[in-house]
Every structure is written in structure tokens, then in C-alpha cells.
């Protein structure tokens, strides 16, 4: 993910993962069966891990690399902050 975030520029990987993130939640979303409200577990696992797990690792990595540049004095302070809200 910071290769592409090298590459393609933290703001683009970002966006790019929320974009994936968002959708892959969506269809996750609709693949269950609304009427027993039962999900498909195979779609489930492949799009709300597998393809969710890429999208928002697509976030997470620019967002943590990003305050690196921004803060030189309490750059462990303001990392600290910045992981204490992906939980």
C-alpha cells in the first residue's frame, strides 16, 4: 500500500480506498437474502474481508505515512492520535 501511495500520491490511495471500502461494505450488504436475513457466507467473506480489508488498508497506510510529514517535534504524539481513531 505505500508503494502505491509513492506512486500514485497519498490523496488518490486514499480516496481510491474509500471508494473500494464503501462498495465492498454495499455489496456485502446486499448480498444476504432479505428475506430469511441470511447472508451468503462465501460473497461475505470474499467481499467484506478480502476486498473491504484492501479498500481500508488503502486508507489506513496513507493517513499514517501523511502525519510523518506534517509533524517533526511530537511526531510520536500526533501518530499516536492518528491510530487511536482506526480502532
Do not use: D, Q
Not at 467484506?48 to 517533526?72: A, D, E, M, Q
Request: hydrophobic letters at 55%; charged letters at 5%; glycine letters at 16%.
Amino acid at each position: 500500500m505505500s508503494a502505491a501511495a509513492n506512486l500514485f500520491g497519498f490523496r488518490a490511495v486514499g480516496m481510491a480506498g474509500g471508494i473500494i471500502g464503501s462498495m465492498a461494505f454495499t455489496v456485502a450488504w446486499l448480498s444476504a437474502n432479505h428475506e430469511t436475513c441470511e447472508p451468503n457466507m462465501a460473497v461475505l467473506f470474499l467481499v467484506y474481508g478480502v476486498i473491504g480489508g484492501i479498500g481500508f488498508g488503502l486508507v489506513y497506510v496513507p493517513s499514517i505515512i501523511t502525519v510523518g510529514f506534517y509533524f517533526n517535534k511530537r511526531r510520536a504524539l500526533a501518530t499516536g492520535i492518528a491510530i487511536s481513531g482506526s480502532g
